[in-house]
T-cell receptor, first 116, second 109 residues
Framework: NAGVTQTPKFQVLKTGQSMTLQCAQD?????MSWYRQDPGMGLRLIHY???????DQGEVPNGYNVSRSTTEDFPLRLLSAAPSQTSVYFC???????????????FGPGTRLTVL | GQQVMQIPQYQHVQEGEDFTTYCNSS?????IQWYKQRPGGHPVFLIQ?????EVKKQKRLTFQFGEAKKNSSLHITATQTTDVGTYFC?????????FGAGTQVVVTP
């Protein structure tokens, strides 16, 4: 199993540009989520999904969109990039609590995004 | 809403010494998880604690869940250079995990 994969690994954008960060998992996990990591602020939840067709907002959703058309994929779209979105983005997946007794998160390798 | 706080934010440790990092929640947690992130890497799950007062060990790492299930600690004995990284605790909140800001551990040989 590849686990959780993310592309690209690095990206530089200009202010106002849009792009999609890709995330895929091959573990048949129902729950997927996106976090951003900034120095001194830990991991902050952007959006999450409890299954295909179902998404919800996390702690810092503004400026980002998500969709979940399949169990495997959970792309994150930046609508109009801003310098404040410079960060490291992690995608994570896990079994839902209804399937397992715990919800260990499996993280992807991350995408390092710089917005100029 | 629930807040998960970690102290200290930074920990400089001499190789061979012990240290402890703490995680505190404003509300009672059903469980708490700990993750480790190596420099330049991604968070990796270490352990989950569920029961009040639970203590679990992984080699030199000892994890404890408080009796009131509002705090947790990670104690590392005889620190090694391989312990370098940031340690996060995380608690569930309405089906989502809320992460603390992490304790960044630097080990001096």
């Amino acid at each position: 199993n590849a686990g959780v994969t993310q592309t690209p690994k690095f990206q530089v954008l200009k202010t106002g540009q849009s792009m999609t960060l890709q995330c895929a998992q091959d573990m048949n996990h129902e729950y997927m989520s996106w976090y951003r990591q900034d120095p001194g602020m830990g991991l902050r939840l952007i959006h999450y999904s409890v299954g295909a067709g179902i998404t919800d907002q996390g702690e810092v959703p503004n400026g980002y969109n998500v969709s979940r058309s399949t169990t495997e994929d959970f792309p994150l779209r930046l609508l109009s990039a801003a310098p404040s979105q410079t960060s490291v983005y992690f995608c994570a997946s896990s079994y839902t609590e209804t399937q397992r007794s715990y919800n260990e998160q499996f993280f992807g390798p991350g995408t390092r995004l710089t917005v100029l | 809403g629930q807040q998960v706080m970690q102290i200290p934010q930074y920990q400089h440790v001499q190789e061979g010494e012990d240290f402890t990092t703490y995680c505190n929640s404003s509300t009672t947690l059903s469980n708490i998880q700990w993750y480790k992130q190596r420099p330049g890497g991604h968070p990796v799950f270490l352990i989950q604690l569920v029961k009040s007062g639970e203590v679990k060990k992984q080699k030199r790492l000892t994890f404890q869940f408080g009796e009131a299930k509002k705090n947790s600690s990670l104690h590392i004995t005889a620190t090694q250079t391989t312990d370098v990284g940031t340690y996060f605790c995380a608690g569930p909140s309405w089906g989502k995990l809320q992460f603390g800001a992490g304790t960044q551990v630097v080990v001096t040989p």
